[in-house]
């Protein structure tokens, strides 16, 4: 959604956003070395000669990596090249011990692909966003700096050195911070789905730089911001408040100077989580400065054809192809097929199983919604801990679409499955709910149009909400009559009068 600024600027305003997610592949062992790439060992326990920079250590490629690298590119709708080179980018950080990070510079391992997101502002419709490349590369160390013995300390922990790191960097397609965790959500979904990478954002697999600008249209002409670069936000909460932060700032910045993209060169920024706001670091180098050139002590890397289509037949249905699929064969509405398939296959199976067993789907969705994900959450349980398995919540449902039962009773069904492992009708038989025969709803209903003549006539004078006082009369002589059930066997036989 645009921001209050920009909404009300004079000037027509278009957020223009890029996004690069460096995403940890899951290795057992890093890109180049047999270390391992375990998370939260002892600071620099997971180090070697190869990932330390030592003189004459020689690195030795990760074909795993590789193999998760073309899963991915092809799940992006990438194109796979041929031949693929590494390069070194030369830098100087103190996490980084070679004076260099082994990537790939102009020929990546994936190239041209997309994602697929659904548009924040209307579910129904699809925006597609572009992917520019995938490039496989190693990550740097990690800076630790403490002042909790009140003096100034920083270390590194060179264990995370080395980590096959996948950079996906996107076309500048996005137009708003909920395009953004949109895309970022999808992107997630589908890593986690691959089983490339666990995306855990909190332990550093999942990091996301992002670039933007504004284009402002000053009398028909376009006008650009300078592009900042806001750097390591380290969850899709933060990128939204950033992008919203910053793009407020570069406004309040151009009315100010009047700097546009011609005139101030590409900055890279941080993001300062306590004061909520954007923060300028330094000038963002080009690819010039980083010096990249081919990495003498790695062979090119060749990608047979048949290899990459052995890759491609092993990636099953995607959840984009998932989400189709649920709208079409069950019916569901967009936004549950969304919130289905984003809590992974264990629920997308929970939900099929139980939708084909209650035989409707729409009511099925609703008590996914409504009262399975609210219970999982509540109770911090996944589909497999959930207590009601798939085909009981598919029984109980039936009985809500057969007019067996009303959400009132059901719900306390429900609330008895989640204690007891029991079939539905034995908790029907502990809580005292019996099933009510049609015929004699048909009786209950005639005798009370017999005691109430006025609730008849006004009916047919065309007041049906009148039958509503015979509804809770109903109930009175038998509380499990379905209250949508008696209302419209009451309609019924008043027609027929």
């Not at 990478?197 to 504004?214: F, I, P, T």
């Not at 996914?368 to 009981?392: G, Y």
């Not at 009132?408 to 038989?429: M, P």
């Not at 509380?479 to 008696?486: E, G, L, R, S, T």
Request: aromatic share 6%; hydrophobic share 35%; net charge negative.
């Amino acid at each position: 959604m645009p921001t209050q600024r920009l909404a009300a600027n004079q000037h027509p305003v278009t957020v223009i956003i890029g996004l690069e997610v460096h995403v940890q592949l899951k290795t057992q062992t890093k890109l180049f070395c047999g270390c391992t790439t375990q998370f939260g060992m002892p600071a620099n326990s997971q180090v070697c000669p190869v990932c330390l920079g030592m003189p004459g250590a020689l690195p030795v490629m990760n074909r795993e990596a590789i193999k998760l690298s073309v899963r991915t590119g092809l799940a992006l709708n990438c194109d796979i090249p041929p031949l693929t080179k590494w390069d070194r980018k030369q830098y100087f950080y103190p996490d980084l011990p070679k004076g260099y990070q082994i990537s790939q510079f102009d020929l990546p391992i994936c190239a041209d692909g997309f994602v697929e997101i659904t548009d924040p502002e209307n579910p129904d419709e699809v925006r597609r966003i572009g992917i520019i490349r995938a490039h496989l590369e190693e990550d740097a160390g990690k800076s630790m700096h403490d002042e909790s013995s009140g003096v100034a300390e920083s270390k590194i922990d060179l264990n995370r050195c080395g980590t096959p790191l996948l950079e996906i960097v996107s076309q500048p397609d996005l137009r708003s911070a909920d395009e953004a965790k949109a895309y970022l959500n999808e992107l997630k979904l589908l890593l986690t789905h691959l089983g490339v990478s666990d995306c855990e954002m909190q332990q550093g697999s999942l990091r996301v730089d992002a670039n933007v600008n504004l284009h402002i249209d000053v009398d028909g002409k376009k006008v650009a911001t300078p592009i900042v670069e806001i750097k390591n936000l380290n969850s899709f909460r933060n990128v939204g408040r950033a992008l919203d932060y910053e793009a407020e700032r570069q406004l309040i910045a151009w009315e100010d100077d009047g700097l546009t993209i011609n005139d101030a060169p590409k900055r890279t920024f941080g993001w300062d989580d306590v004061n909520e706001r954007t923060f300028a670091q330094r000038e963002k180098e080009e690819s010039a400065d980083y010096r990249y050139f081919p990495d003498p002590d790695l062979l090119p890397v060749r990608l047979p054809r048949e290899w990459v289509e052995e890759i491609g037949q092993t990636l099953g249905e995607l959840p984009a192809a998932t989400r189709t699929r649920l709208q079409d064969q069950f019916g569901i509405k967009t936004y549950d097929a969304d919130v289905i398939v984003n809590q992974g296959p264990e629920v997308i199976e929970y939900f099929e199983t139980a939708a084909t067993r209650s035989g409707d789907a729409r009511k099925t969705s609703s008590w996914m919604m409504q009262d399975v994900m609210r219970t999982m959450k509540e109770r911090e349980l996944d589909a497999k801990s959930f207590p009601i398995p798939a085909e009981r919540l598919g029984d109980l449902v039936k009985q809500i679409a057969d007019g067996k039962l009303d959400n009132s009773r059901a719900r306390d069904v429900f609330e008895y499955l989640l204690e007891h492992d029991d079939s539905v009708d034995a908790a029907l038989a502990a809580l005292g709910i019996e099933a009510v025969d049609e015929d004699d709803l048909v009786d209950l209903c005639r005798e009370l149009l017999a005691e109430n003549p006025q609730v008849v006539a006004d009916v047919k004078g065309g007041k049906q909400q009148a039958v509503g006082a015979l509804i809770g009369k109903a109930r009175g002589k038998n509380p499990n009559a379905n209250p949508k059930v008696v209302r419209q066997t009451l309609l019924d036989l008043i027609a027929e009068m």
